[in-house]
C-alpha cells in the first residue's frame, strides 16, 4: 500500500510563500504522475499542478506564474512552491500519486491559509 505524508501548510499572510512537500514511501519514479489538488470548504477538489517521472508539468491557470512543481526521485518526494499566495488559495491541498497501473493514492491533505 503507498502512503503519502504531506506537510508543509500554515497560516501566511497574502503575497507570502510557502513549500509544500509530499513523501511517498514508494519509488517515485516509476509512476505515471504525482500532483497536487486542494479543495476549498463548499467546493471540489481541484487540480493545481502535475508532474511526469519525466519532468513534464502541468498547472492550472489560477497558479501559473506564482507556483512550481519539482520532484525529487532520489528522496521519493514532490514539491510545491507557492509564491505570492492569495487569500483564495486557502484551501486544504492533497498529493496525489498514479501508479502505472493508473491506481490513485491520497495523501491526508495539509492546510493552507491565506490571510488578507
Known amino acids: 500500500q503507498v502512503q503519502l505524508v504531506e506537510s508543509g501548510g500554515g497560516l501566511v499572510q497574502a503575497g507570502g510563500s510557502l513549500r509544500l512537500s509530499c513523501a511517498a514511501s514508494?519509488?517515485?519514479?516509476?509512476?505515471?504522475?504525482m500532483g497536487w489538488y486542494r479543495q476549498a470548504p463548499g467546493k471540489q477538489r481541484e487540480l493545481v499542478a502535475t508532474i511526469t517521472s519525466t519532468g513534464t508539468t502541468n498547472y492550472a491557470d489560477s497558479v501559473k506564474g506564482r507556483f512550481t512543481i519539482s520532484r525529487d526521485n532520489a528522496g521519493n518526494t514532490v514539491y510545491l512552491q507557492m509564491n505570492t499566495l492569495k487569500p483564495e488559495d486557502t484551501a486544504v491541498y492533497y498529493c496525489?500519486?498514479?501508479?502505472?497501473?493508473?491506481?490513485?493514492?491520497w495523501g491526508q491533505g495539509t492546510q493552507v491559509t491565506v490571510s488578507s
Open positions: 514508494t519509488n517515485i519514479f516509476s509512476t505515471k504522475n
Open positions: 496525489k500519486l498514479v501508479s502505472l497501473e493508473y491506481r490513485w493514492y
